[in-house]
T-cell receptor, first 113, second 115 residues
């Protein structure tokens, strides 16, 4: 069975600084990988996903993520954080074809002005 | 604009009450899911359904049941609510056949408090 680890419970950055949120997964084959964002009081929204091909994936809101098979990682990055990026971020992994993702415990992003 | 709606944003119930949480999606998605979200635990899958009248247990089905009589509607039932079921409940839908392959679309959530 697949699993996901988000090592950081909270991350604090200053507005305009760069951001990297870590995600490590455990799965034997090539997984399907997702990053979702949850703004306060809202449901989750997909930021980006990786199924195959180019290991650097571009998403919405200026986010990108890189799949590194050798490190079993799928870290989320943004070059310059905006105050509106303050939210909870979830990494998810799906065994291809199962249609059922496993979510990490989430990382809460705090943005200082 | 695609949408997943949940019947209530906030709900307060008493211990022992039967509770219904309703979820409706307008995207003709085959798959529907119920999760509970608790601080520090992320999202945990309660039940999912991949077709009308079909259901499968997720990771934490105890104390819950579900119903899917129509493709667009997926209901979560707490037969006898208990205080440890106080949580945020999220509904989601997805489709393996659409261009948004397996992207999950989430409702806004129902925050349930059981007193």
């Amino acid at each position: 069975a697949q699993s996901v680890t988000q090592p950081d419970i909270h991350i604090t950055v200053s507005e305009g600084a760069s951001l990297e949120l870590r995600c490590n997964y455990s799965y034997g084959a090539t997984p399907y990988l997702f990053w979702y964002v949850q703004s306060p009081g809202q449901g989750l929204q997909l930021l980006l996903k990786y199924f195959s091909g180019d290991t650097l994936v571009q998403g919405i809101k200026g986010f990108e993520a890189e799949f590194k098979r050798s490190q079993s990682s799928f870290n989320l990055r943004k070059p310059s954080v905006h105050w509106s990026d303050a939210a909870e971020y979830f990494c998810a992994v799906e065994a291809g074809g199962s249609y059922i993702p496993t979510f990490g415990r989430g990382t809460s992003l705090i943005v200082h002005p | 604009d695609v949408k997943v709606t949940q019947s209530s944003r906030y709900l307060v119930k008493r211990t022992g009450e039967k509770v219904f949480l309703e979820c409706v999606q307008d995207m003709d998605h085959e798959n529907m899911f119920w999760y509970r979200q608790d601080p520090g635990l992320g999202l945990r899958l309660i039940y999912f359904s991949y077709d009308v009248k079909m259901k499968e247990k997720g990771d934490i089905p105890e104390g819950y049941s579900v119903s899917r009589e129509k493709k667009e509607r997926f209901s979560l039932i707490l037969e006898s609510a208990s205080t440890n079921q106080t949580s945020m409940y999220l509904c989601a839908s997805s489709s393996p056949t659409s261009s948004s392959y397996n992207e999950q679309f989430f409702g806004p959530g129902t925050r349930l408090t059981v007193l």
